[in-house]
C-alpha cells in the first residue's frame, strides 16, 4: 500500500522552507501613502503625539479613585455615590471627589479625580437615598495615553 505522508528530516525541511522565503530586504525607498498598497515599511511609523491624548477606560464601568475602593470584597464592599455620566466623545463636565463615581462606557475619558475603572459586573446598584443620590456598592482598566506605534517595520 503506498505511504499517502512523505516526512524530511528537519535539515532537509529547513532548506526546501527557505527556498521559498524572499531574502532580508536591504534597500527602502519614499513614495506617497496611495502608492504603499501591497507594500510594507522599512522602519517603525510613529503618532506626533499621543493618540488619543487622554486616559481612557478599556470597560464599561464606574470611575472612581482607587483609594476609595481599597480591599473592597464581596462581603465587605465600598459604597460609592454615582453623581453622573461620561459622555462618550466629550471631556466630562465634573470631577470626582472622594467617595464618589461616574457611569463610565469603554473608550470614554476618565473624569478629572479619577484614577481606575470598576467593572460594571462587579458592582451593584443598591438604591436611592432621601437626598436623590444614587450609592453604588463596588469590589475593583485604564489606558494611559502614550505615543502610539501606527505601524511597525516587517521584522526579518
Known amino acids: 500500500m503506498p505511504e ?40 517603525d511609523v510613529y503618532a506626533p503625539h499621543p493618540l488619543p491624548n487622554f486616559q481612557r477606560t478599556t470597560v464599561d464601568g464606574y470611575a472612581v479613585r482607587a483609594k476609595d475602593t481599597f480591599g473592597a470584597t464581596d462581603s465587605l464592599p465600598s459604597y460609592l455615590i454615582l453623581i453622573g455620566e461620561v ?7 465634573f470631577e470626582l471627589g472622594a467617595g464618589q463615581c461616574a457611569l463610565i462606557h469603554t473608550g470614554g475619558m476618565l473624569p478629572n479625580g479619577a484614577d481606575a475603572v470598576v467593572m460594571l459586573e462587579y458592582t451593584q446598584q443598591i438604591g436611592i437615598r432621601r437626598d436623590g443620590q444614587l450609592p453604588i456598592s463596588t469590589n475593583p482598566g485604564i489606558l494611559k495615553s502614550k505615543y502610539s506605534t501606527l505601524l511597525q517595520r516587517e521584522k526579518t
Open 87 to 93: 459622555p462618550m466623545g466629550e471631556t466630562p463636565a
Open 4 to 43: 499517502f505522508l512523505t516526512l524530511l528530516p528537519p535539515d532537509e525541511s529547513r532548506a526546501l522552507l527557505l527556498t521559498h522565503l524572499s531574502g532580508p530586504l536591504t534597500a527602502s525607498e519614499t513614495i506617497d501613502v496611495f502608492s504603499s498598497l501591497g507594500r510594507v515599511t522599512a522602519e
